[in-house]
Nanobody
Framework: QVQVVESGGGLVQAGGSLRLSCAAS????????MAWYRQAPGKQRDLVAR??????YYADSVKGRFTISRDNAKNMLYLQMNSLKPEDTSVYYC?????????WGQGTQVTVSS
């Protein structure tokens, strides 16, 4: 069974930084396009960044501030978040692209205070 565990979230002031980590089990991680998604209260879940073989894509709202990376040997996905803004406050999840419903984890809460 494929599982993911997200970590690294927390409370930070605007302008601060956080690094999120996602530990994934199973071969699906190594062979798939992986991504970070986020969902704020009352809003839909949106893709933030995706990566495969070093090629990354970012949503316009985070471009230049966030960096996605992966370690295929360790089945780990990362999201370095700099210059955080209050509008970045969300629960952050990792999953494949397109997302698989059976591997959504608990997510990690990121709260940015103004």
């Amino acid at each position: 069974q494929v599982q993911v565990v997200e970590s690294g979230g927390g409370l930070v002031q605007a302008g601060g930084s956080l690094r999120l980590s996602c530990a994934a089990s199973g071969s699906i991680f190594r062979t798939n396009l992986m991504a970070w998604y986020r969902q704020a209260p009352g809003k839909q879940r949106d893709l933030v960044a995706r990566i495969r073989s070093g090629a990354a894509y970012y949503a316009d709202s985070v471009k230049g501030r966030f960096t996605i990376s992966r370690d295929n040997a360790k089945n780990m996905l990362y999201l370095q978040m700099n210059s955080l803004k209050p509008e970045d406050t969300s629960v952050y999840y990792c999953n494949t692209v397109p997302p698989l419903n059976n591997i959504w984890g608990q997510g990690t809460q990121v709260t940015v205070s103004s």
